[in-house]
């Protein structure tokens, strides 16, 4: 089984930065796109960042500028730094890779999340 463990989450104040961590392990063949989503309380799952194994990335409007997503392949790790965090970034943070434990076997995997609060 493969597994994602998310890290770094935390309280801030508005204006600080936060930078969350993601490990994948388990049965890992190669892994294709990572992402963070996030999910504000009263809200549904949106997609903040994504980058593909070769280093594209995409961001939601509301964080591009701010947030920087990153990845280290040797680690099977993918990265979020996040500045000039904002009240309204608060939510639980939820890594999500596109794994493959063979080269014909792959699933949308998740990690369980982990809390960013930004206060003002």
């Known amino acids: 089984q493969v597994q994602l463990v998310e890290s770094g989450g935390g309280l801030v104040q508005a204006g600080g930065s936060l930078r969350l961590s993601c490990a994948a392990s388990g049965s890992i063949f190669r892994i294709n796109t990572m992402g963070w989503y996030r999910q504000a309380p009263g809200k549904q799952r949106e997609l903040v960042a994504r980058i593909t194994s070769s280093g594209n990335t995409n961001y939601a409007d509301s964080v591009k500028g701010r947030f920087t997503i990153s990845r280290d392949n040797a680690k099977n790790t993918v990265y979020l730094q996040m500045n000039s965090l904002k009240p309204e970034d608060t939510a639980v943070y939820y890594c999500?890779?596109?794994?493959?434990?063979?080269?014909?076997?792959?699933?949308?995997?998740w990690g369980r999340g982990t809390q960013v609060t930004v206060s003002s």
């Open positions: 999500n890779a596109v794994v493959y434990s063979s080269a014909y076997i792959s699933g949308d995997v």
